[in-house]
Nanobody
């Protein structure tokens, strides 16, 4: 079992930046893919980005060029970074782990969230105009 604990988030004005952290503990050897998701009020869960165990990354079109995801393998910590934030980025952001590198790929613009088997508690990000 893997435990994911998130920190960071908060409120920022449009155009600002925020960095989240997602620390993994437990049996992290099977974390071949780490995903980053968000859910805005009244909307469905959306895949934002994913990073494979080899460090390669994939991003949703809506955040390309603005968001980045990186990880520190020594600390088993994921670092999603959000730049040029917009009010429509307001959501609860969650990290999640999946046991297969293939689950890091976007298909028809989506990550297969139902196949991610470990989730963080979520962090609120609010962007004001």
């Amino acid at each position: 079992q893997v435990q994911l604990v998130e920190s960071g988030g908060g409120s920022v004005q449009a155009g600002g930046s925020l960095r989240l952290s997602c620390a993994a503990s437990g049996n992290t050897s099977s974390n071949y893919c780490m995903g980053w998701f968000r859910q805005a009020p009244g909307k469905e869960l959306e895949g934002v980005a994913a990073i494979v165990s080899d460090g390669s990354t994939n991003y949703a079109d809506s955040v390309k060029g603005r968001f980045t995801i990186s990880k520190d393998n020594a600390k088993n910590t994921l670092y999603p970074k959000m730049n040029s934030l917009k009010p429509e980025d307001t959501a609860i952001y969650s990290c999640a782990a999946a046991p297969s590198t293939g689950l890091c790929s976007f298909t028809w613009g989506r990550l297969p969230s139902h196949l991610y088997n470990n989730w963080g508690q979520g962090s609120q990000v609010t962007v004001s105009s």
